[in-house]
């Protein structure tokens, strides 16, 4: 009796994994055919002193406006793009349209993600600065978000990567932190410009996890102090979490309280999140 039930269970998750592997195949396709028409748009999510709600920046998050399931979030395709190696051609694809949108002028930076794949690939840096280049854009407005990980695989070659960067004037900044490896006995021989806070810590001051958060982002904070860098927190979404982080010292802020990310950029240089 175990055996029939448990050969009946096979037998669903085998048809579960059927169909998942379809819809992944059918996503693959779709992907492929979207990095040579124009489905992926850059949103833009707006940075700001939290202080005093003043833009400082923008944060570019891909979109893929899918012709039948319309607007697709990277949690809904990053992966499969990953696994497929397809990420790269759509970071591109980022990558071009932010460099135009930085040329057309706008206000503060723009920061852009990229995949620990792509930060590792050894041309990264100069096809990067060429793209600037030839797209007219200040480099200096322009920052790219990394994660650990992407550090950690291969010290010495991340370092050259970012300091090339760095000397042409484009920063880098730490996402996610505070979930990975946090190697804090490297961090300081890299040329970072500030820790992104995660929001689940962000997220937490506010939740039943307080304590726990309070000592993540305390300790995130004194990092920061002695790096000499500054930091930004994540997903604020209450004035609760503003007030939050403005005590613990973090000065800097992205979240849905201030805006969420949406295909234009935020009032020049105006405030964000005030209910008008
Ligand atoms: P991330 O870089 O940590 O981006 C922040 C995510 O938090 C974004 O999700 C943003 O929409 C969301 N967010 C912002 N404010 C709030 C808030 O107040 N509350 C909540 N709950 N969420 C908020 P999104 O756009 O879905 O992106 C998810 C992740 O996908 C990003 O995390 C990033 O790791 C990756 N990603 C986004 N765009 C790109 C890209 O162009 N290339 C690559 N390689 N990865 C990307
Ligand atoms: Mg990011
Ligand atoms: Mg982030
Ligand atoms: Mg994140």
């Known amino acids: 009796r175990a055996k029939a039930s448990g050969r009946d269970r096979w037998a669903v998750f085998d048809e579960d994994m059927r169909e998942q592997a379809g819809q992944i195949l059918d996503l693959e396709a779709d992907l492929r055919r979207a990095i040579n028409g124009e489905g992926f748009v850059a949103f833009y999510q707006p940075i700001v002193r939290l202080a005093d709600r003043q833009v400082i920046g923008h944060e570019a998050l891909l979109r893929w406006r899918h012709e039948r399931r319309g607007l697709l979030l990277p ?7 990953e696994h497929s190696g397809l990420i790269e051609e759509v970071d591109w694809i980022m990558y071009r349209q932010v460099a135009e949108q930085l040329a057309k002028g706008g206000p503060g930076y723009i920061s852009m993600n990229v995949s620990p794949r792509h930060f590792r690939a050894s041309d990264f840096a100069d096809r990067l600065l060429r793209l600037v280049e030839d797209s007219g854009a200040d480099p200096q407005r322009l920052r790219i978000e ?6 950690l695989d291969d010290v010495p070659r991340a370092l050259r990567t970012l300091q090339q960067l760095r000397g042409h004037g484009i920063m880098a900044q730490l996402d996610d932190f505070g979930t990975g490896y946090s190697a804090l006995s490297y961090l300081h021989r890299f040329p970072i410009e500030c820790l992104k806070i995660d929001q689940s810590f962000v997220a937490g001051l506010t939740g039943d996890s307080r304590p ?6 305390r300790a995130i904070q004194a990092l920061a102090g002695t790096l000499g860098i500054h930091t930004i927190g994540e997903g604020v979404e209450t004035e609760e979490q503003r007030t939050a982080l403005r005590e613990l010292g973090c000065a800097h802020g992205q979240g849905y309280l201030f805006g969420r990310p949406a295909e234009a950029m935020a009032a020049v240089a105006g405030t964000a999140g005030v209910a008008h």
């Not at 990394?146 to 550090?151: F, G, N, P, R, Y």
């Open 75 to 81: 949690s809904e395709f990053i992966g499969v793009g």
């Open 212 to 217: 726990e958060s309070v000592a993540v982002v």
């Open 146 to 151: 990394i994660t650990e990980v992407a550090l």
